[in-house]
């Protein structure tokens, strides 16, 4: 089974290979093709997987290209997880946003839309090529921002793309084992968009634990979500919110903290891959030794704004290990093998949260089999919650117009909509500066 990686060069692409690694059943990837257009990363993240693969008798074979079409040609499955900018991209996103007071994180507000706006063109002509030239191929889609470019990519490809995170995952895990339950045998009953969803229920054996967990201050305050949200918010929601909420929740003290910084995240991202990648130009360097250092200082660090905020102090070790890579890795395995299984995903509403229309990309959990996966009937939202969904919905509609028409009236609409952007005039503003700083957005006129 042949699995194409766009962002092949990408930093993180050695944990969906070495989840690959561990995979010896029948069905399973056995080649695997790298695809970027930066060869000087595509070679780093090659060596780093050969090293990977000292020892493993039956390790996928790997191989790389710059050309798109032979990538997705007679592939089974294909793995997005592209950066349109690169890293450079996600810092001007921060900075520009916090010139004008607001929040630019990667995926929620401002730097979200820029983000989005530039990714959106790029990731749907990807899915034209791969409905094209590998049209029994699944997607499954990390490009951020997941949930919109997900969506973006399914008006091609329809059911055929699935978007994947690995927040949802991570929450319920830290949830059960505060509960000293089996994550692995618990239903998680979560529900909204990509980084805008809150867990609601967590059951085990039919009985949902989660009103235990919500009645013990201490217990609730003793992980990351109860560190960040403090227990009386998250007793007064009756819920436990995604860790992206708290850019809603607190989001004047978010901003603060990023203005604050020394660096922001992507600053000090682009500088520490940088880093590694200028590291793998060396022949004699040790590419998985570089790799995972460089990985456990990124870990350690994400959310560092917000933690710090919040007085939530540092991350647990258990929450290190990331987990989007067994996402991928368990949902390839229930659709290549149709071995059902149950997981949190990013897939178009069908009617399954009412105040949304059958096409919009949710996420939710989704029963996987053979044929897709499909998302499971849920509650309805509250109205504080629904309110959110709808409204940061409304602006990546917005923003997906934007895209299709090139139309600048209809980006600053997208800004100005959204919950985080209190200004029309700082949405125009706002447009101005992404255009100015990111070539990718000069198709807006």
């Known amino acids: 089974m042949k699995l194409t990686i766009l962002g092949g060069g990408g930093f993180r692409v050695p944990l969906v290979y070495g989840a690959l690694l561990g995979d010896h059943a029948e069905g399973r990837v056995t080649r695997v093709v790298l695809h970027d257009l930066d060869a000087g990363r595509l070679s780093a993240v090659t060596r780093v997987l050969a090293e990977q693969a000292a020892g493993v008798p039956d390790a996928p074979e790997v191989s790389a290209t710059t050309d798109l079409d032979e990538a997705l040609t007679?592939?089974?499955?294909?793995?997005?997880?592209?950066?349109?900018?690169?890293?450079?991209?996600?810092?001007?996103?921060?900075?520009?946003?916090?010139?004008?007071?607001?929040?630019?994180?990667?995926?929620?507000?401002?730097?979200?839309?820029?983000?989005?706006?530039?990714?959106?063109?790029?990731?749907?002509?990807?899915?034209?090529?791969?409905?094209?030239?590998?049209?029994?191929?699944?997607?499954?889609?990390?490009?951020?921002?997941?949930?919109?470019?997900?969506e973006a990519m399914s008006r091609h490809l329809g059911d055929r793309v699935i978007g994947i995170c690995d927040s949802p995952v991570g929450l319920g895990r830290r949830i059960a084992r505060v509960l000293g339950a089996n994550p692995g045998e618990a239903w998680i009953d979560y529900v909204g968009l990509n980084h805008l969803g809150w867990v609601r229920g967590l059951r085990i054996n039919g009985r949902d634990e989660l009103p235990r967990l919500l009645a013990d201050p201490d217990l609730l305050g003793s992980f990351e979500e109860g560190k960040l949200f403090g227990t009386d918010w998250l007793q007064s929601l009756g819920a436990i919110p995604n860790e992206y909420l708290h850019y809603y929740y607190f989001n004047r003290e978010a901003v603060r903290a990023y203005s604050e910084a020394e660096k922001t995240r992507g600053a000090f991202l682009r500088d520490q891959q940088a880093g590694f990648y200028d590291e793998m130009k060396r022949p004699d360097a040790a590419a998985l030794t570089a790799w995972d250092r460089t990985r456990a200082e990124r870990e350690a660090t994400y959310m560092a704004e917000a933690r710090e905020t919040a007085g939530a102090g540092e991350r647990d070790a258990d929450d290190l290990s990331g987990g989007y890579e067994k996402v991928a890795l368990a949902l390839m395995r229930a659709i290549a093998r149709d071995e059902r299984t149950t997981l949190i995903l990013n897939v178009r509403n069908r009617g399954t949260l009412s105040v949304l229309d059958a096409e919009a990309v949710i996420e939710v959990p989704c029963l996987v089999d053979a044929n897709g996966a499909h998302p499971v009937t849920v509650d309805p939202l509250p109205d504080h919650a629904s309110g959110l969904v709808c409204s940061v919905k409304a602006v990546e509609r917005e923003v997906l117009a934007a895209a299709e028409s090139g139309s600048r009236t209809t980006a600053v609409k997208a800004f100005a909509l959204h919950p985080l952007v209190d200004s029309v005039n700082v949405a125009r503003r706002l447009v101005d500066g992404y255009t100015a700083v990111h070539p990718g957005l000069a198709y807006l006129k």
């Open 74 to 150: 007679g592939a089974d499955f294909v793995f997005s997880a592209i950066r349109v900018g690169g890293l450079e991209g996600r810092a001007n996103d921060e900075k520009v946003a916090l010139d004008e007071g607001v929040l630019g994180q990667e995926t929620v507000g401002a730097g979200g839309i820029a983000y989005g706006l530039r990714t959106v063109p790029v990731a749907e002509d990807i899915a034209r090529r791969v409905a094209r030239v590998a049209p029994d191929a699944w997607v499954i889609n990390f490009t951020n921002p997941a949930g919109l470019v997900t």
